[in-house]
């Protein structure tokens, strides 16, 4: 049985590409198994489908990363594509090929597109003031600045776009800017850049938007950048930079939204490359069929820049790009501090990979609002709908079946294969689920055709039959693991483990869609083993317990701290430095006092810290930003004691990690033989006050 169509595709699908400046976690993992399952759809169908993606490895956060960790930048872009990839595995997410941004065939596109752009007269020069940072000694990228928003005055946004109204604007535009890194205001300093005239583009990507690329809701949503007019945007960035140089400059290199889109072309190359196959024949033929998955939040970079970049090179542009919203756990953002920020790494300690998948599943459509799990309704979903009911199905009847039937399906009796005709007539209407990406409609659909067959067995009770007649019990026992069949397909794109493993039960290999109508007859199974277990409660707190941030478990050993007055409080014992990297004070320059940044802070509670006997954990909050602190003060101060003290703080310091969780600030304290106190304020005053 084909799904909708007359001959095979040729379809080209790519996700965003994930930073390589961290880990992934749950939230990335929407769009990775959102499309995951599309493309496993249509291979299940039979179509000529490539998954592509990679690693976006340019730009300045890589690059000071690799300086704080003491190693080169391909040194740690290697180190996390390494762990990217294996994250993506352990989740079942099928890339056909996932490259890297930092590569030869990425460099020869994006240097072919900038020569084109030349080329057409669609590259000015243009000097620009740019914010630097003097403490830094570099120009701050957009995300290294913060402010307030230009536009709706929403505080602590990023130098180029509002979460909070979507406005995006010039890093000059924001309002009382400040580095990221440093916390200093940076100056204004002037630069030569490069910029692609994307204003000369408004008529052909206005005819691209309409001719039906987009979602309806982002269609609109570009209506509102054209009314404001389309910006030229700045291709250039300035040394220092990790990242691709631009031909014919010494200093200047491409920004890297300019070169990590064209990472879906270098990634498509690559895989070409390795399997007789051509980039031409893929991405330039014109019936084949290119997709793009991406988040909300680059919807500009994918919808103007990318379509305009492609049009002036003359590659084709994509068919669709299929925007989806972002995660939201139990109706809010993903939180460090509550435990809802989880890594993959750790989901996968306490649950099954494919319970996630089949949640999202569970849970997405074709439109971009947030998606929201629910931790309570996770537990139920695979608890009463993947083991209640799809694997109650397998597990009622395939025991019965060996144990009495020697494991062979036979034939079905009347009502049972009415039942059967049921499931297989589903077919059309799943398969336009899963093409529409209407997963939640697929997974609801089989769900209900999965409550059929279980009230079909509680009916005809073939533990009861099986004594009055067997041979009635056997094509009950048939009809039921038939249908079972035809749901395994039907789930095949959401479970691979799962169904690979109901395979091996039902003793076939590797189900097609076309194998849907077909039912198995005179044909042995395999005894059964389980396929799922129900989750844990327990399971799910030990996850958010272990999440959250205070609690984390780092590598980095604290003997060091605990032998001076105890990581995050310093003495200030005159010319005594205890701790790595405070200053010695009778030895600076005024310039070198400003560099540290002293607040005061409120402690909103002090705890004990397990295996430490000189530390407490201090939550202290500083103008609002709550930091957790690990003080060796428990030898003066009862825990109790410290709640609501204001204390004094260095803001500034580079966050430690230690085994009991990560540093990230410090406390100071005066010291006299074995006597320590905490230096605080005269007179009450709020915290965040800074000390001058």
Not at 56 to 79: Q, V
Not at 178 to 187: D, G, I, R, T
Not at 272 to 294: C, P, V
């Amino acid at each position: 049985m084909q799904a909708n169509q007359s001959k095979k595709r040729k379809i080209i699908v790519t996700a965003g590409l994930p930073y390589a400046n961290g880990s992934i976690h749950i939230g990335h993992l929407v769009e990775y198994i959102q499309t995951d399952i599309f493309v496993r759809y249509h291979k299940l169908v039979g179509n000529d489908c490539v998954y592509i993606c990679g690693d976006d490895t340019h730009g300045t956060p890589i690059m000071i990363s690799a300086r704080n960790a003491g190693i080169t930048p391909e040194e740690l872009i290697n180190k996390v594509h390494a762990e990217h990839s294996k994250d993506f595995a352990d989740f079942y997410v099928g890339f056909d090929n996932f490259h890297t941004t930092h590569c030869d065939e990425n460099r020869q596109f994006s240097e072919y597109i900038y020569s084109k752009m030349k080329e057409k007269g669609l590259i000015s020069e243009t000097q620009i003031e740019q914010l630097y940072c003097e403490h830094d000694k570099m120009f701050l990228p957009d995300r290294f600045i913060k402010g307030s928003c230009p536009k709706c005055k929403a505080a602590d946004q990023y130098g180029d776009s509002c979460d909070s109204c979507s406005a995006t604007y010039a890093v000059t535009e924001v309002l009382e800017p400040y580095c990221s890194l440093c916390k200093n205001k940076p100056v204004i300093k002037k630069s030569t850049h490069y910029f692609f005239q994307l204003s000369k583009m408004t008529d052909k990507l206005r005819g691209w938007i309409g001719e039906g690329h987009l979602q309806p809701e982002v269609a609109n949503k570009l209506g509102e950048w054209f009314t404001d007019g389309l910006r030229d945007w700045d291709i250039s960035r300035d040394a220092p930079y990790f990242g691709f140089n631009i031909p014919g400059s010494d200093n200047k290199f491409f920004y890297v939204w300019l070169d990590a889109p064209v990472g879906y072309m270098a990634s498509l190359k690559n895989w070409a490359l390795k399997n007789g196959r051509t980039f031409e024949e893929m991405w330039q033929d014109k019936d084949s069929e290119i997709y793009h998955f991406i988040g909300k939040d680059i919807l500009y970079f994918h919808t103007l820049f990318w379509p305009a970049m492609l049009m002036t090179a003359d590659f084709k542009t994509p068919d669709k790009v299929f925007v989806h919203g972002m995660l939201k756990v139990d109706n809010e953002k993903m939180s460090k501090s509550k435990g809802t920020f989880i890594n993959a790494k750790t989901y996968l300690k306490y649950l099954n990979p494919e319970y996630l998948r089949y949640y999202y599943a569970s849970k997405l459509g074709a439109g971009i609002e947030d998606i929201n799990l629910s931790l309570k309704d996770f537990l139920y979903k695979v608890n009463s709908e993947l083991v209640g009911n799809i694997t109650n199905i397998a597990s009622r009847v395939s025991g019965m079946l060996n144990k009495s039937f020697a494991g062979v399906i036979g034939a079905m009796d009347e009502e049972g294969s009415a039942l059967y005709d049921k499931c297989v007539s589903a077919a059309p209407q799943i398969a336009d689920f899963y093409e529409q990406r209407e997963f939640a409609q697929a997974v609801s659909a089989v769900i209900k055709l999965a409550d059929d067959v279980n009230k079909y067995v509680d009916n005809k009770k073939p533990w009861a039959l099986l004594k009055e007649n067997a041979e009635d019990c056997h094509k009950v026992l048939s009809s039921v693991l038939n249908c079972f069949k035809t749901f395994m397909i039907y789930l095949k794109p959401v479970l691979p483990k799962y169904t690979a493993d109901a395979e091996e039960l039902l003793n076939v290999k590797d189900l097609r869609w076309h194998d849907i109508a077909a039912p198995l007859q005179n044909h042995k199974i395999n005894e059964f083993k389980p396929l799922a277990v129900r989750i844990e409660q327990e399971k799910l707190d030990l996850m958010v317990v272990e999440s959250k941030e205070s609690q984390k478990t780092f590598k980095a050993e604290t003997k060091a701290a605990e032998k001076t007055a105890g990581a995050g409080t310093t003495s200030k014992k005159t010319g005594e430095s205890p701790v790595e990297g405070v200053i010695d004070i009778s030895q600076i320059t005024i310039e070198d006092f400003h560099k540290v940044d002293l607040r005061i802070g409120k402690i909103i509670e002090a705890k004990d810290v397990d295996g430490a006997d000189k530390l407490l954990q201090l939550t202290v909050s500083v103008g609002g930003t709550v930091k957790n602190i690990f003080a060796g003060i428990k030898s003066h101060y009862k825990k109790e004691d410290l709640n609501d003290k204001l204390v004094v703080v260095v803001n500034n310091l580079k966050a430690r990690k230690m085994k009991f969780g990560m540093s990230e600030g410090m406390v100071i304290a005066a010291s006299a033989g074995d006597k320590m106190t905490l230096l605080t304020p005269m007179s009450p005053i709020e915290d965040g006050a800074k000390i001058s």
